[in-house]
């Protein structure tokens, strides 16, 4: 069973930063792609960043293209979400996924691929 703890939301300003991280615990970290989904009020969750279990390569949703950031410390069994010139129209619940049997090349951006998720932290940037 693994699970993945969030942290690091919060209140932010349009044009701020913000890093989450997540804490994995109670599997293999280093075989796992990791990606970070979220999802605001009556919207569907939806697929932000990815990164495979090495850290050499990542995906990006549009949206968050040049302003957002993946990275991951395998030493440490965590992933994290940079997030810099925020919008309010980052503000969402912001949730992360463990993919246990990725793929060997394509990261996926579909959540019912990913096994095990956190609880959420939020993220609310005002304008």
């Known amino acids: 069973q693994v699970q993945l703890v969030e942290s690091g939301g919060g209140l932010v300003q349009a044009g701020g930063s913000l890093r989450l991280s997540c804490a994995a615990s109670g599997g293999t970290f280093t075989r796992y792609a990791m990606g970070w989904f979220r999802q605001a009020p009556g919207k569907e969750r939806e697929f932000v960043i990815a990164?495979?279990?090495?850290?050499?390569?990542?995906y990006y949703a549009d949206s968050v293209k040049g302003r957002f950031t993946i990275s991951r410390d395998n030493s440490q069994n965590t992933v994290f979400l940079q997030m810099n010139s925020l919008k309010p129209e980052d503000t969402a619940a912001y949730y992360c996924?463990?993919?246990?049997?990725?793929?060997?090349?394509?990261?996926?951006?579909?959540?019912?691929?990913?096994?095990?998720w956190g609880q959420g932290t939020q993220v609310t940037v005002s304008s």
């Open positions: 990164i495979n279990w090495s850290g050499g390569r990542t």
């Open positions: 996924a463990a993919d246990i049997n990725p793929a060997t090349v394509v990261l996926s951006t579909k959540a019912y691929d990913y096994d095990y």
